[in-house]
């Protein structure tokens, strides 16, 4: 009988030998990366090569919907040419950006939205991103993970 891993990111129950949670695409830690020799770290905020940041949106109308964070500054908002589109009138034309540091963390900042940016739960008006965040746009919630780009495999 084989048991159960909760994803500490989402709370949702996988199977042990799962490597990533199938609501959220977050990565379960591992004794060792094959590739690279490290000990990943859930939580952890920098990217390592060939990883980048991803929001994923775990409530609201486009549910499981991923976004790569690959260029140094993405819109989040309600304006069509947002790279995080989200269609409600709950959330601004131009609602919050995130930002790709130079060191490989990420930033998160509101853009005087009327409804706020919330992250873990509190509003705020700019903050650093860490692995397993949980951001509210709107009606929207998203989680932000770090992983290969285009998610797991």
Same mark, same amino acid.
């Given at each position: 009988?084989?048991?159960?891993? %909760?994803?500490? $990111?989402?709370? %949702?129950?996988?199977?042990?030998? *799962?490597? #990533?949670?199938? *609501?959220?695409?977050?990565? #379960? ?7 690279? /020799? =490290? ?12 990883? $980048?940041?991803?929001?994923? @949106? ?5 549910? /499981?919907?991923?976004? *790569? @964070?690959?260029?140094? !500054? $993405?819109?989040?908002? =309600? ?11 709950? !959330?601004?034309?131009?609602?919050? =950006?995130? =930002? ?27 903050? !650093?991103?860490?692995? /397993?965040?949980?951001?509210? +746009?709107?009606?929207?919630?998203? %989680?932000? +993970? @770090? /992983? ?6």
């Amino acid at each position: 009988m084989s048991s159960n891993q %909760v994803c500490s $990111v989402c709370g %949702v129950s996988n199977n042990s030998d *799962a490597n #990533f949670c199938s *609501a959220c695409g977050a990565p #379960f830690p591992r004794d060792t990366d094959q590739d690279t /020799g =490290r000990i990943p770290l859930l939580g952890a905020d920098i990217a390592a090569p060939g990883e $980048v940041g991803q929001l994923i @949106i775990t409530r609201g109308p486009t549910a /499981g919907a991923r976004f *790569a @964070i690959t260029d140094p !500054v $993405v819109e989040i908002g =309600r304006n069509p040419k947002s790279q995080v589109f989200l269609d409600d009138i709950t !959330v601004s034309r131009t609602h919050a =950006r995130i =930002r790709r540091n130079d060191d490989g963390t990420y930033s998160l900042e509101d853009c005087e939205s009327l409804n706020g940016t919330y992250l873990d739960g509190e509003r705020i008006t700019h903050a !650093v991103l860490r692995e /397993g965040a949980q951001l509210q +746009v709107g009606k929207f919630r998203l %989680v932000f +993970v @770090i /992983g290969p780009l285009g998610g797991p495999a």
